[in-house]
């Protein structure tokens, strides 16, 4: 069953993990999914695809202080295409992610979070994945 209105996800790509992110079903807030290697994660979009429905995917952009490419551009532009061939006809977009790791990590302490919690594996990535998401759901409005 493809409900009326599909959900848009957010990626924070990193070399050791992928957190993502995903819209509630109104595209007004993000919320974590959770953080997976690349096998984890097509697993987990074609399961969302499949019971929620993929309207679109964001995938952070990692830009330099200067709003320039950096060696991990070229890293998340082969991420992309990879993406491309594992989800045909689901459209991708880039975000900017300067420093969605460094806000979110703020955002975690500010939570009231220990110390020891904010630096579970994955936590930190699927919360710059959140942000990142709602950074684009926001621009929408």
């Given at each position: 069953?493809?409900?009326t209105r599909q959900r848009i996800i957010g990626i924070d790509f990193g070399t050791k993990r992928i957190g993502v992110a995903k819209s509630d079903p109104l595209g007004m807030f993000a919320q974590?999914?959770?953080t997976f290697d690349m096998p984890g994660l097509l697993g987990a979009l074609t399961k969302v695809r499949s019971e929620e429905g993929i309207g679109l995917i964001v995938v952070g952009y990692p830009l330099s202080?200067?709003?320039e490419e950096n060696r991990m551009t070229a890293v998340v532009d082969r991420f992309?295409?990879?993406l491309r061939a594992a989800l045909p006809g689901v459209p991708i977009e880039t975000a900017d992610e300067h420093r969605s790791s460094r806000s979110a990590m703020k955002i975690l302490a500010g939570s009231g979070a220990s110390r020891k919690k904010r630096n579970e594996?994955?936590?930190l990535d699927t919360a710059a994945a959140c942000l990142i998401l709602q950074g684009w759901l926001d621009s929408r409005t």
């Open positions: 069953m493809q409900p974590p999914v959770g202080d200067r709003g992309i295409e990879e594996k994955g936590r």
